[in-house]
Structure formats: C-alpha cells, structure tokens
C-alpha cells in the first residue's frame, strides 16, 4: 500500500472514531461543526496561551473542532463583543481574564453587559509581574518607583483594560500616589508589550507572568517584584519577591481566566459543557503543566463555583475603576457595592 494510501487510510480511523466517541459520548450536547472561541487579544498573550492548551482538551471530549480566533482591539471589547452579536447556538465563546467581562460596561467600552451574560469555566489565575529590559540602571521596585515619581519610565502594556494595564494602575493605587513619570505605552497584547520591554522599545512591563516566562529565562527582561502576597518561582533563576515586601498592605486578588459561553444556547450545551469541565479540564496533566511552567495557578471551576471563586477581583477591579475615574456607569448597577471612599 503506497504511503499515501496509508495516510488517507489512517486519516478516514482517526475521523471514524471521533465521530463514534462523539456518538457513544454521554454527553447530552453532540455538536456537528466546529466550536470559535474568540481571544480578544492577540496571538501569543496570556490568554492566548492558556486558552491553545485548553480547545485540545474540549476537542478531545466534544469530537469536533475547536477553533481560537485572534481577535484583538480596544482592551478586548472588540472580540468580546463579536462573540456577543454571534448566534446564541453555542458555536461562539470567548476567553479572557474574568474582570474584563464583568468590567467592560462600567468603563464604557461595552454597553449593558455583565459577567451575567456568560456561563463561567475558569481554568488559572495568573499573576502581573513587574519587569525591566535586562540591559535597565532599574535594579529594584522601590528605584523604579523613585524614578516614576521624577523621571519618566515608560511601560508597555496590552491597555488599560488589560492585566498589566490594570496592575499598573493598582500599583498607583496601592501607593496612593499619581506616579506622574509612568506613561503607560500600550500595545494589541500581552505578548506585543512584553517583547516591546524585551527589546528596549519600553523600559519596562506589568503584564502576567506567563506571557514574560520567556524572556525572563532568556535573561531578555528582569524581573522586580511579583502582585503577589508570596515569592513567585520561574524556572531556576532566584524567586520574584512579592510586592508586599515592598508594599505590605498592598491589596491582592487572584486574576482568574477562563473561557465564557454567552447565555441564550439550549441548555444542553451548558449542561455538557459542566460535565467535560468536570470530567476533563479538572484533572488535566497537560494544564497543570502549563501552570507550573508560566508561573500560573491551576484553578479550574464552573458555575457558582467559579463566580464564588472570581468575584473578589470583579469587584476589586471595577471599584478601583470608580477611585480612578474610569468608571461611567456606577457598578452597583451590576450589582457590585463599592465602599465609600
């Protein structure tokens, strides 16, 4: 048999017992075509990264494809709001960190949406680092923040509404103090911003940790401190120091990620989407790896659970969005109580 037999061959098992596992599955949802689940962002970040790791394992369970689309702009309300306007079939997802979602209303990008649009499967939390290009006169947190309040240091992040633009301004927060020399310059991503330190385009970044990884190992970029209550450990080099070593009463909440399918599908499609996030994403090796390789925690939850687990950063976020002024629409609207300052 010629070899191309053999693939075609090969090619017609491998689609066979997909469409058998897909038939005998238990689960209540068969889907017929591929499943989008629209990154708001762009190719390489954060939640790019996780969110490649994660469509595998729902192929594998669902037997059909599962797309990523790139589909960045304006702090990810872009993609967000694609991924809103599709067919409510639950063909079309979205992924991104939880407190964009539930913020992208209160600070105007989106209109009249909450993190109630969705139903929740969160898979890590990640955590901001604060880092400076390697070749940088910044050797610490506390000289960087000495330069910002006299000189200029830029900072490069995916935007406002993006994990290292909302660190940038927590650490504004936390300090209780403009910073005037900060100038945040921002990029369609993560990975963008983070290459941008790497290369001295910008003198520094607050994205996550795991879309620095990288470049810190590479010795590209040097890391200062961690948004963190504990030392974050990346490869073999010394362990990030918290930022709470320099800022004890910083205030932390874990950034949680995770994917998002907007409501109005048959409930079927929730019902099966539970049960794989149970039965697969759960317990899944190849996730767990992922985490302790980026600096990420494994936290994968669904339902009540994952909005129990997330809500402390949705409403550190979107009150911090009302101290600062970004806010144009009150979060208690959205259900969200901010104390009076």
């Known amino acids: 048999m010629s070899l191309v037999r053999m693939a075609a061959v090969s090619s017609a098992l491998v689609l066979a017992g997909t469409a058998v596992s897909a038939q005998e599955?238990?689960?209540?949802?068969?889907?017929?075509?591929?499943?989008n689940i629209i990154v708001p962002w762009a190719a390489g970040g954060s939640t790019d990264?996780?969110?490649?790791?994660?469509?595998?394992?729902?192929?594998?369970?669902?037997?059909?494809?599962?797309?990523?689309v790139n589909q960045p702009g304006a702090s990810?309300?872009?993609?967000t709001q694609a991924a809103l306007d599709a067919p409510r079939d639950g063909?079309?997802?979205?992924?991104?960190?939880?407190?964009?979602?539930?913020?992208?209303?209160?600070?105007?990008?989106?209109?009249?949406?909450?993190?109630e649009d969705y139903h929740i499967y969160l898979h890590v939390a990640n955590v901001p680092v604060v880092s400076v290009n390697a070749d940088s006169d910044i050797e610490s947190f506390d000289q960087m923040l000495e330069q910002m309040r006299s000189d200029e240091v830029t900072v490069g992040t995916a935007g406002v509404n993006s994990s290292g633009g909302m660190a940038l301004?927590?650490?504004?927060?936390?300090?209780?103090?403009?910073?005037?020399?900060?100038?945040?310059?921002?990029?369609?991503g993560g990975n963008p911003a983070?290459?941008?330190?790497?290369?001295?385009?910008?003198?520094?970044?607050?994205?996550?940790?795991?879309?620095?990884?990288?470049?810190?190992?590479?010795?590209?970029?040097r890391p200062l401190v961690v948004l963190s209550d504990s030392a974050l450990e990346l490869g073999e080099g010394d362990p990030?120091?918290?930022?709470?070593?320099s800022v004890p009463d910083f205030h932390v909440a874990q950034d949680f990620f995770g994917v998002?399918?907007?409501?109005?599908?048959?409930?079927?499609?929730?019902?099966?989407?539970?049960?794989?996030?149970?039965?697969?994403?759960?317990?899944?090796?190849?996730?767990?790896?992922?985490?302790?390789?980026?600096g990420a925690v494994f936290a994968p939850s669904y339902g009540e659970d994952a909005l129990a687990a997330a809500m402390p950063v949705v409403e550190a976020e979107a009150c911090a969005r009302v101290t600062r002024g970004e806010a144009v629409v009150d979060p208690s609207e959205f259900g969200i109580d901010c104390p009076e300052s």
């Not at 990810?76 to 993609?79: D, E, M, V």
């Open 240 to 245: 990030i120091p918290p930022i709470t070593d």
């Open 25 to 35: 599955s238990e689960y209540s949802w068969q889907p017929d075509k591929p499943i």
């Open 91 to 115: 063909y079309t997802w979205t992924a991104n960190a939880i407190a964009n979602n539930a913020t992208y209303a209160i600070t105007g990008l989106l209109e009249d949406t909450s993190i």
């Open 169 to 188: 301004a927590s650490i504004k927060d936390g300090m209780q103090e403009e910073l005037p020399g900060a100038r945040m310059i921002t990029y369609d």
């Open 194 to 221: 983070v290459i941008a330190a790497a290369s001295g385009e910008v003198d520094a970044t607050t994205q996550l940790a795991v879309e620095q990884a990288e470049m810190i190992r590479a010795g590209r970029l």
């Open 49 to 68: 990264q996780v969110t490649r790791v994660v469509a595998p394992i729902l192929e594998e369970a669902l037997g059909v494809e599962v797309v990523v």
């Open 260 to 294: 998002f399918i907007p409501t109005g599908a048959p409930q079927e499609v929730y019902d099966t989407v539970d049960q794989v996030w149970e039965d697969h994403v759960m317990n899944s090796e190849a996730l767990k790896t992922y985490a302790n390789e980026n």
């Open 76 to 79: 990810g309300s872009i993609g």
